[in-house]
Each structure stands twice: as C-alpha cells, then as structure tokens.
C-alpha cells in the first residue's frame, strides 16, 4: 500500500489530519487481516472483516461503519489510480447505526430576531442594579456592548469564534461595508460584506464604546475586540472561548433553547449561502479550502453536519 498516495487522496477529500492518520490505520490493520492482494479483495471478504471486528474485537456498530468509510475510500482512490477496476464497498453499510437529528438550522429571518432578542434583553433592558457602584455598571455596558456586536458578526458572517479575535481595526471598511476576516490553519482569509442594519452598531463601538474599553488597557492594541483575553486574565484560544464566548452561548440558549453553540450558527449560515448562491461562492463566504467542506452544507448531506458539529469546540 502506498501510504503517501493514500493520504494525499485524503487530504485532497479536505479530511483532517488525524481523520487521514486512523483511516491509514485501519486499511492497514484490514490488509494484516485479510492476507490478500487489494486487487483480489471482495465483498465476502469485507463483509467477514465487518463481521470479525464485531465478534472478535468487540466493536460497536457505529465504529465498524467508520472501518467500512475507510475502507471505501482507499478501494475508491485504487480504482481512481487505476490499481483496481472495482470497489468491493460498494453498496454496503452497517444496520443499526441510528442517524443523530441534525440541530436546528437558522434562517437568516430567524438570527435576525434572535438576535434582537439577545439585543434587547442583554444590552438595552438588562438589569445592572447587581452592580452596587456605577464606575461597575458603566463597565458592564461597555463589554455587553462589545458582546453585542460579537453576537451580529457571528449572526450574519458566520465566521467562528476564533477568528472574531483576529480581526483588527484596519479589518474594517465602513466605506464599502466590508470586514476582512483572517483565515488560519484551516480556513481561507476573505472579505465579507456587511448588513446595512450592522453599520450602525458598528459606528456606536468605534466611536464611543471601544475607546472608553481601551481606557481599561494596560496596552495599546490594533484589535477590534478588547478585552477578550483579559476577561478571563488568561491567553490561550482555549481559555478565552471558556471565559468569553461560554456565557455569551449561554445568553443565547436562555432566549432560544433550540440554540446549541456558535458553530451551529456557522452551518445555518453556509446552508443559505449554498442554496442561494451555490458551493463556489458559499466556499469563498466561508473560508472553506476544499469544496469538499463545502459539499457537507447540501441539503443531501446534512445528517452528517451533526457531527461536525459537536466534533468542534463547543463555542467554535
């Protein structure tokens, strides 16, 4: 077997690194097993591995359908490479593997007035009175302001949560409408657009509510967003996502209990992005390198998003 073929092919599907390193694993682990050349695999032969791994090794149904995947993908590359003229996964798959409910998905109507909710309970009518001095209220307003426009951008670019913290103030185009988001690993640099109903927050925290927050720096900063790090006095991605973004997710699921975390904002966001403008476009709108990625946001394939979405960080 030729492993660097193999995960390239991987890698060319848009699977992770790790997904590439277990499915290597377990065609090798399949190959031990079966003593057989892959030109001269069949069927029976697949369907006695599936069985002998339930029987001998214990695995749950779930798990052997995730051998199977594995499988069909390196018969696929084969026959593509032209090493093989059949797949003997075809047409096969694992009885009981029950489907996950896909969470609800958000049209854009539906983030619109969820987040006016949100605006409404958390910034315009929220209860400070806990707060017994006002040098304490006037600070709370400031980062639920902060919070606010955090909660329209997440709403409406479907970007994630980690790259709300790499946006910088040069990010910003009020004069086209624009907002640059910075990619990383994973994700492609873009430029969104915005709303006509996002300049106005957008105005008020440039001019008023971010140079009041920057009075409480100890440093200048060129970030839109101040404070994200420092509320929770930590510095990495993960302690920031449990010290800003938590309760922010928390604040939503208190209005729709239907909401499960930002990343199921992100995948309503794509959906309507390749329904309305298709997989070319939808994969430039989110950062996607591989239109395979994209592909996972098709009507066709959204049980699958699920898992994605509870895979990721649960504030992603």
Same mark, same amino acid.
């Given at each position: 077997?030729?492993?660097?073929?193999?995960? $390239?092919?991987?890698?060319?599907?848009?699977?992770?690194?790790?997904?590439?390193?277990?499915?290597?694993?377990?065609?090798?682990?399949?190959?031990?097993?079966?003593?057989?050349?892959?030109?001269?695999?069949?069927?029976?032969?697949?369907?006695?591995?599936?069985?002998?791994?339930?029987?001998?090794?214990?695995?749950?149904?779930?798990?052997?359908?995730?051998?199977?995947?594995?499988?069909?993908?390196?018969?696929?590359?084969?026959?593509?490479?032209?090493?093989?003229?059949?797949?003997?996964?075809?047409?096969?798959?694992?009885?009981?593997?029950?489907?996950?409910?896909?969470?609800?998905?958000?049209?854009?109507?539906?983030?619109?007035?969820?987040?006016?909710?949100?605006?409404?309970?958390?910034?315009?009518?929220?209860?400070?009175?806990?707060?017994?001095?006002?040098?304490?209220?006037?600070?709370?307003?400031?980062?639920?302001?902060? $919070?606010?426009?955090?909660?329209?951008?997440?709403?409406?670019?479907?970007?994630?949560?980690?790259?709300?913290?790499?946006?910088?103030?040069?990010?910003?185009?009020?004069?086209?409408?624009?907002?640059?988001?910075?990619?990383?690993?994973?994700?492609?640099?873009?430029?969104?657009?915005?709303?006509?109903? =996002?300049?106005?927050?957008?105005?008020?925290?440039?001019?008023?509510?971010?140079?009041?927050?920057?009075?409480?720096?100890?440093?200048?900063?060129?970030?839109?967003?101040?404070?994200?790090?420092?509320?929770?006095?930590?510095?990495?991605?993960?302690?920031?996502?449990?010290?800003?973004?938590?309760?922010?997710?928390? =604040?939503?699921?208190?209005?729709?209990? =239907?909401?499960?975390?930002?990343?199921?904002?992100?995948?309503?966001?794509?959906?309507?992005?390749?329904?309305?403008?298709?997989?070319?476009?939808?994969?430039?709108?989110?950062?996607?390198?591989?239109?395979?990625?994209?592909?996972?946001? =098709?009507?066709?394939?959204?049980?699958?998003?699920?898992?994605?979405?509870?895979?990721?960080?649960?504030?992603?």
């Amino acid at each position: 077997m030729n492993k660097k073929n193999f995960i $390239n092919y991987l890698e060319g599907k848009g699977l992770a690194p790790l997904t590439q390193k277990q499915y290597f694993l377990v065609v090798s682990v399949f190959f031990k097993w079966a003593k057989t050349p892959a030109e001269q695999v069949t069927k029976p032969d697949i369907l006695r591995y599936l069985e002998y791994i339930k029987k001998r090794r214990g695995l749950q149904n779930v798990t052997r359908q995730n051998h199977l995947i594995a499988l069909n993908h390196y018969f696929t590359h084969l026959c593509k490479e032209g090493e093989t003229d059949k797949n003997p996964c075809n047409f096969l798959k694992i009885r009981g593997t029950n489907k996950k409910r896909l969470h609800k998905i958000y049209t854009p109507e539906e983030l619109e007035t969820l987040f006016d909710n949100y605006y409404q309970l958390f910034v315009r009518s929220y209860d400070d009175s806990r707060h017994r001095h006002e040098a304490q209220r006037h600070y709370s307003r400031l980062y639920r302001e902060r $919070n606010a426009l955090i909660i329209s951008i997440l709403f409406n670019q479907g970007i994630t949560t980690t790259e709300i913290e790499r946006i910088e103030l040069a990010d910003i185009d009020l004069t086209k409408a624009s907002i640059k988001i910075k990619g990383g690993k994973r994700l492609n640099d873009r430029v969104l657009p915005l709303k006509a109903t =996002q300049i106005g927050l957008f105005i008020a925290y440039l001019q008023n509510t971010r140079p009041q927050l920057a009075e409480y720096q100890t440093k200048e900063s060129e970030k839109l967003f101040l404070g994200l790090t420092a509320i929770c006095n930590k510095t990495t991605e993960k302690d920031m996502n449990r010290g800003v973004f938590k309760p922010l997710a928390e =604040q939503v699921k208190s209005i729709d209990k =239907q909401f499960n975390n930002f990343q199921q904002i992100r995948a309503s966001i794509i959906i309507f992005w390749v329904k309305s403008y298709g997989l070319r476009k939808a994969q430039h709108l989110a950062g996607h390198r591989f239109i395979s990625a994209t592909e996972k946001y =098709q009507i066709n394939n959204l049980d699958g998003l699920t898992d994605d979405i509870n895979k990721l960080h649960p504030f992603l």
